[in-house]
């Protein structure tokens, strides 16, 4: 199914270019647990969120470029909400529409114009 293909690479091209702006910039892409004391990994919604604010923070940068995937991370039904990504590449019952791929390509675009210039 072509629809599900695409929805698992976008969900593997986000979080891949995320962990390469990270690094890259050196942001820190994990955390210490205050109660554990153990070093964890941010979520992929956290780590969207602070290549956002890294970006936005850059010279000539409007932060409202970007409320489009900051919304569409954040909302239950889009087709860039977290959990539907991860459902996307766990559950063969979760399949998008080529309208929902198109949607979600149009909302983050300019975030990933940004990440890879």
């Not at 695409?6 to 969900?11: N, P, T």
């Not at 995937?69 to 998008?96: C, E, K, M």
Request: one cysteine or more.
């Amino acid at each position: 199914n072509s629809p599900n293909a695409c929805a698992v690479l976008m969900r593997v091209f986000l979080e891949l270019s995320v962990d390469c702006y990270l690094e890259t910039h050196g942001i820190p892409a994990r955390y210490k647990d205050p109660k554990s004391g153990k070093m964890l990994d941010h979520t992929l919604k956290q780590k969207v969120s602070n290549v956002i604010d890294h970006v936005a923070a850059q010279p000539g940068t409007d932060k409202r470029d970007f409320n489009g995937i900051a919304r569409a991370l954040s909302v239950p039904h889009s087709p860039l909400s977290i959990d539907l990504l991860h459902g996307y590449v766990h559950n063969r019952f979760v399949t998008p529409t080529p309208r929902e791929l198109i949607s979600a390509w149009n909302d983050a675009q300019r975030f990933f114009e940004r990440v890879w210039p």
